[in-house]
């Protein structure tokens, strides 16, 4: 049994209590302004003041998650290694779509002999440099503003930190 014994049902100390509050409207009004105060006093105060429209929230929680993401790198590059063993299948879809992508966007004039050559490259470049690298489409092949080609003249060696960053902007 939770709190003080009664004499009486739960039943009837909930009757007993609501006809007391409808009696006693000022003692009620009393206790909750002392109870919301107790909770005002015992909240920190507001970062920054509250936003006005879902826009300004959705932003500032952008910004949050950005600020976190770029002070806490080994935790989101451990959180994303999670996931990725988490959800094999859900990895393997997205590779198969930059496969297909990458597939559909490359042109029949294509020379597959210099693109081996880029990504062959790449690892000698790598081993050599000791630094990680990546091929990199120059203009993406999947935008919103503009799709690039697969092809031998959008691809370029730069290194995996560059790429990253990047993303899938065309500048």
């Not at 989101?76 to 779509?97: C, F, Y």
């Not at 081993?127 to 919103?144: F, N, Q, T, Y």
């Amino acid at each position: 049994m939770y709190g003080k014994p009664r004499g009486y049902c739960k039943k009837c100390h909930v009757v007993a209590s609501a006809a007391w509050a409808q009696n006693n409207p000022d003692k009620v009004r009393a206790r909750m302004l002392r109870f919301l105060e107790r909770q005002r006093a015992s909240r920190l105060p507001p970062r920054y003041p509250p936003a006005k429209t879902n826009e300004e929230r959705l932003a500032r929680r952008r910004a949050a998650r950005k600020r976190w993401l770029d002070n806490n790198p080994e935790a989101m590059n451990r959180a994303r290694r999670a996931w990725d063993k988490a959800n094999p299948g859900a990895v393997l879809a997205k590779t198969r779509r930059y496969q297909t992508r990458k597939r559909q966007a490359m042109p029949r004039w294509a020379n597959q002999f210099f693109i081996d050559e880029i990504y062959d490259h790449r690892f000698r470049l790598e081993k050599a440099l000791g630094v990680p690298m990546e091929v990199d489409h120059i203009v993406p092949l999947v935008s919103e503003t503009v799709c690039g080609l697969h092809w031998e003249g959008n691809l370029r060696i730069i290194p995996r930190t560059s790429n990253r960053s990047k993303g899938n902007r065309f500048v």
